[in-house]
């Protein structure tokens, strides 16, 4: 996977992730290419669609769209699905997610996505684990947030 973009049917990107090296210009560039393409489409079309060298494979949720570049070799079905696994660990997360979920907790967006995909690729096929691993990430900012003597970094690191 090269990159994943989620945005709203206003066109308003909420969440993006590269997977490739490219200059914030030329990001900028293919998000706006990309929503309008992807907006400009009916609702009952194909949801693959080539474009330039890669496919492009998106999915409506609700309010959001859910989109994907892939690789010409790569499978669609596959990066359905991939979508569809993410749709679920975010709704599991945060009991039936919403566009405001994504606007106010992007970071615990993006921390999903990490736990779930490394590089472009699945890192994890298990809800399970990954729901687990976002608790325990969880659990231990509640640790460090709400621990009783605030300590300083020269504490922390054990200089005082």
């Given at each position: 996977?090269?990159?994943?973009?989620?945005?709203?049917?206003?066109?308003?990107?909420?969440?993006?992730?590269?997977?490739?090296?490219?200059?914030?210009?030329?990001?900028?560039?293919?998000?706006?290419?990309?929503?309008?393409?992807?907006?400009?489409?009916?609702?009952?079309?194909?949801?693959?669609?080539?474009?330039?060298?890669?496919?492009?494979?998106?999915?409506?949720?609700?309010?959001?769209?859910?989109?994907?570049?892939?690789?010409?070799?790569?499978?669609?079905?596959?990066?359905?699905?991939?979508?569809?696994?993410?749709?679920?660990?975010?709704?599991?997360?945060?009991?039936?997610?919403?566009?405001?979920?994504?606007?106010?907790?992007?970071?615990?967006?993006?921390?999903?996505?990490?736990?779930?995909?490394?590089?472009g690729e699945v890192q994890e096929t298990s809800k399970?684990?990954?729901?687990?691993?976002?608790?325990?990430?969880?659990?231990?900012?509640e640790v460090y947030n709400f621990s009783e003597t605030?300590?300083?970094?020269?504490?922390?690191?054990?200089?005082?």
């Amino acid at each position: 996977m090269q990159f994943m973009l989620l945005f709203s049917r206003q066109g308003k990107l909420r969440l993006q992730k590269w997977y490739v090296p490219l200059s914030d210009k030329e990001k900028k560039k293919i998000t706006r290419e990309l929503v309008q393409t992807v907006l400009a489409r009916k609702p009952k079309m194909c949801s693959f669609l080539e474009w330039r060298d890669l496919k492009i494979v998106y999915k409506r949720y609700a309010s959001l769209y859910f989109c994907c570049a892939i690789e010409d070799q790569d499978n669609e079905l596959i990066t359905l699905e991939i979508i569809h696994r993410y749709v679920e660990l975010l709704d599991k997360y945060f009991g039936s997610v919403c566009e405001l979920d994504i606007i106010f907790n992007f970071e615990k967006a993006y921390f999903i996505l990490d736990e779930f995909l490394l590089g472009g690729e699945v890192q994890e096929t298990s809800k399970k684990n990954v729901l687990k691993a976002i608790e325990q990430a969880d659990l231990l900012q509640e640790v460090y947030n709400f621990s009783e003597t605030p300590r300083s970094v020269l504490e922390e690191i054990g200089l005082t």
